[in-house]
């Protein structure tokens, strides 16, 4: 069982900067692989980013290349989103989703508000 809480949301103006955090409990924590998807309001929930849990290899979503870094921190159980250069299209619901072997869990979201 994996127990995943996010923080670090908020608002900011476009152009900010904000981090979130996402504490795993379970010992297991390290053979997941995380990522983080959003939801904006109205819309599907869409795939952010993700971080392997072998070989710390990552992968972005075209919308956030080069704006988002995701890394994780094995040894605290936690795993981060640092994301500058924040747009207004960026306003959403972010959630924290662990995967392997088929099981999965998610965490309750953290909002995040860009104005512009």
């Known amino acids: 069982q994996v127990q995943l809480v996010e923080s670090g949301g908020g608002s900011v103006q476009a152009g900010g900067s904000l981090r979130l955090s996402c504490a795993a409990s379970g010992r297991t924590f390290s053979t997941y692989a995380m990522n983080w998807f959003r939801q904006a309001p109205g819309k599907e929930r869409e795939f952010v980013t993700a971080?392997?849990?072998?070989?710390?290899?990552?992968r972005y979503a075209d919308s956030v290349k080069g704006r988002f870094t995701i890394s994780r921190d094995n040894a605290k159980n936690t795993v981060y989103l640092q994301m500058n250069s924040l747009k207004p299209e960026d306003t959403a619901v972010y959630y924290c989703?662990?995967?392997?072997?088929?099981?999965?869990?998610w965490g309750q979201g953290t909002q995040v508000t860009v104005s512009s």
């Open positions: 971080i392997n849990w072998s070989d710390g290899s990552t």
């Open positions: 989703y662990a995967v392997n072997s088929g099981r999965d869990y």
